[in-house]
């Protein structure tokens, strides 16, 4: 049988006036394009259109003079809608935009949002930014299965390890990622209620916590004593609990390794030392055009104090290859930053457009056959890291927390603090931490011998 439609938030209408040169047409249609994705089709007529976007034009004489007259009309059609509950927005784009943003939205408070030529590609998160706070719900035409969107749920304890989602949502808004407009704005749970979990969990057997969140370490949730509590004091709190033996949190935004978060990783003996901490490039050209908010440089100086803090950290990352304008150069930066840091593990994709995304409509997208050889040229490099880490284990002897029974009669297995499966030959003593002895890597595991 025919599903019925699902009952989405409604479809909007944008109407678009353009002023001025051919520029400002195509970026009319480049604007409606990016718009698109959100719910807004376009509309002849301006005075039922739930967007308004004046594309102005600053060459012909009074041209400012212009614009706020025809301000002073939108407003008044503003004023009339308002009263059924109709809201219309007003946006002010183009050169008069650029030049008197701030007279704009001081000389005419209908005006939500100025935008200038040169953040147009900034327009999806704006306006999703302004929806947000207004609390209406956007159209979002986002394919209902998102790869890049997937975060494992809190799981209910069947072994020594769980998952607990903490925070969800994102807003940093990097120009290739439908998180934050699939997902919303970043919320965090209660400090009681994950304590509560975590330590029905614990009750549960579970030994290994992983806090979970699209943006985990941006936590800020309400603490019992109403003061909002940063994530280091989250995990200082979850630490406490007793027969927890080990923390993890992923996934986390470089911007917010603060120092407070980076001391912790050398005070705290549960806290794992293993982080997930995605670059996406080590180009700073790139890095800005993903809106990352962070160059390689500062990447790079994290890790040095995370290294500082707990010396036998190891790093795991995010890399995407072919971003729009990635040159031959900007890729050899990636390689170079990977050689300099040294990941144990990573995920890396090839670029891909998300419809709705600015970076689906930035020029230069990179040919298909292209992205595949950067691919596999950063995937040869990362193997070599990843094998190299493994292999550095053997002769060490690692605390590793038995989960069962291993491949083999008489053996057992767990996994090791940098996240390894280690089999080896024991009898299986579930939710023990024992030390192993590494006898034998490969690739994806390690072998080992009673300690
Ligand atoms: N194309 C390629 N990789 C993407 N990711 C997210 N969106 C895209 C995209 N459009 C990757 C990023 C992110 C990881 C979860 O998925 O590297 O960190
Ligand atoms: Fe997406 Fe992560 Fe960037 Fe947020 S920080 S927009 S989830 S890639």
């Given at each position: 049988m025919a599903q019925p439609p699902a009952a989405g938030p409604p479809r909007r209408t944008l109407h678009i006036e353009t002023y001025g040169c051919q520029m400002n047409v195509y970026d009319s249609q480049r604007m409606a394009e990016l718009l698109a994705p959100l719910g807004y089709t376009q509309a002849e007529n301006r005075d039922n259109a739930d967007m308004v976007i004046l594309n102005t034009c600053h060459i012909r004489e009074r041209a400012t003079e212009k614009v706020f007259s025809e301000l002073g009309r939108l407003r008044e059609i503003k004023e009339e809608r308002a009263p059924a509950g109709r809201a219309m927005k007003i946006v002010v784009a183009g050169c008069v935009a650029q030049a008197e943003g701030a007279e704009i939205l001081r000389r005419a408070p209908a005006v939500d949002l100025v935008i200038g030529p040169r953040s147009y590609h900034r327009l999806p998160e704006l306006i999703a930014r302004a929806a947000r706070e207004s609390g209406e719900r956007l159209a979002t035409d986002f394919a209902a299965e998102e790869k890049f969107d997937e975060l494992p749920k809190t799981?209910?304890?069947?072994?020594?390890a769980a998952f607990l989602s903490i925070q969800e949502g994102c807003d940093k808004f990097c120009t290739f990622c439908v998180v934050p407009y699939t997902r919303g704005a970043e919320f965090s749970r209660s400090v009681a209620s994950i304590i509560e979990e975590a330590e029905g969990l614990v009750a549960q057997g579970v030994r290994e916590l992983t806090l979970l969140g699209q943006n985990v370490n941006a936590y800020h949730g309400a603490g019992p004593d109403g003061a909002e509590w940063s994530f280091a004091r989250l995990l200082r709190r979850l630490a406490r609990i007793e027969g927890l033996a080990r923390l993890r949190y992923t996934t986390s935004h470089p911007l917010e390794m603060t120092d407070e978060l980076i001391g912790l990783h050398g005070e705290e003996p549960k806290l794992m030392p293993y982080l997930h901490l995605p670059v996406q490039s080590g180009s700073d050209r790139i890095l800005k055009a993903m809106n990352r908010k962070h160059d390689a440089g500062v990447y790079r100086s994290i890790v040095e104090k995370l290294r500082a803090a707990r010396p036998d950290i190891a790093l795991s990352t995010d890399l995407i290859v072919g971003f729009p304008g990635e040159k031959a150069a900007d890729f050899e930066e990636t390689l170079a930053l990977v050689r300099e840091i040294g990941f144990a593990s990573a995920f890396s994709f090839k670029y891909s457009r998300r419809p709705g995304t600015p970076a689906a409509a930035m020029p230069g997208q990179v040919a298909e056959a292209e992205k595949t050889e950067r691919l596999a040229r950063l995937q040869k490099l990362l193997s070599e890291q990843q094998r190299a880490f493994n292999v550095a284990q053997i002769g060490r002897v690692l605390p590793v927390l038995v989960a069962g029974p291993g491949r083999k009669p008489g053996q057992a297995q767990g996994r090791s603090p940098y996240l390894q499966g280690v089999h080896f030959e024991a009898r299986p003593e579930i939710g023990a931490e024992t030390p192993v002895r590494i006898v034998g890597a490969t690739m994806s595991s390690l072998t080992g011998v009673l300690a």
């Open positions: 799981r209910h304890a069947e072994g020594v």
